[in-house]
Nanobody, 118 residues
Framework: QVQLVESGGGLVQAGGSLRLSCAASGSIRTIDIMGWYRQSPGKQRDLVAKVFGVGSTNYAYSAKGRFTISRENANVYLQMNSLKPEDTAAYHC??????????????WGQGTQVTVSS
């Protein structure tokens, strides 16, 4: 069983910054990918950014140059700068890895709301 706890969402004015955090815990042997996705009401869940075990990263076009993903052990962070109203969404942490029992897993966090006012 793998648990994810997210924090850091909130209300911010356009141009402001927020830092999201996600902590993974449980029966984890290895973590291969940690990432952030976002979803607005009535829309699909889209990738924002992800970081691979070797440290390489992948960003959505909308996030490039404004957001930075980083990882420390079983924690992943998303620094969001120059926020825009269109960044408003529920942000979900995603972790892919292998459990102590040797089984692959993919876990999702409950989501943390980010609201950017104009």
């Amino acid at each position: 069983q793998v648990q994810l706890v997210e924090s850091g969402g909130g209300l911010v004015q356009a141009g402001g910054s927020l830092r999201l955090s996600c902590a993974a815990s449980g029966s984890i042997r290895t973590i291969d990918i940690m990432g952030w996705y976002r979803q607005s009401p009535g829309k699909q869940r889209d990738l924002v950014a992800k970081v691979f075990g070797v440290g390489s990263t992948n960003y959505a076009y909308s996030a490039k140059g404004r957001f930075t993903i980083s990882r420390e052990n079983a924690n992943v962070y998303l620094q969001m700068n120059s926020l825009k109203p269109e960044d408003t969404a529920a942000y979900h942490c995603n972790v892919v890895g292998v459990t102590d029992a040797g089984k692959p897993f993919e876990s999702w966090g409950q989501g943390t709301q980010v609201t950017v006012s104009s």
